[in-house]
């Protein structure tokens, strides 16, 4: 069996079926992909977001936690985020951060909203 580049076609087709939202940014901080579920869950064309930076979906109130710094240098790490989502409402994220070896990072996102909205209305978070 051979490695394949996160890059190449049957992995990219791979991650493209995830029903999780999955994107690779390059050593800039910068979209080069995104899959279809992120498309669909956060309501953005991949043009839109191709080329911005990973913090331009960031509530601008959200702190610097130096995770994508961590990846960018090699060790994956995790963090929990508020993110924009096109119709102007926000989505708590659970966010993976894998370094992929060639300077680039995936970012794995699972969607906390509704949890996050449950402890909000019993007085938590």
């Known amino acids: ?64 936690s130096g995770a994508m710094a961590q990846a960018l240098h090699g060790s994956a790490a995790a963090v929990i985020r508020r993110v924009r989502v096109k119709d102007g409402t926000f989505m708590v994220l659970r966010t993976e951060l894998i370094p992929l070896g060639d300077g680039r990072v995936a970012i794995h996102a699972s969607d906390l909203t509704a949890l996050y909205d449950l402890l909000q209305a019993h007085g938590g978070a």
């Open 1 to 64: 069996m051979t490695e394949e580049s996160p890059t190449t076609p049957s992995v990219l087709t791979f991650l493209d079926a995830s029903f999780d939202p999955i994107g690779i940014v390059g050593p800039d901080g910068r979209y080069q992909w995104i899959n279809e579920a992120s498309v669909r869950l956060f309501g953005y064309t991949r043009e839109e977001v191709l080329g911005s930076h990973f913090r331009d979906w960031l509530l601008p109130d959200e702190p610097v």
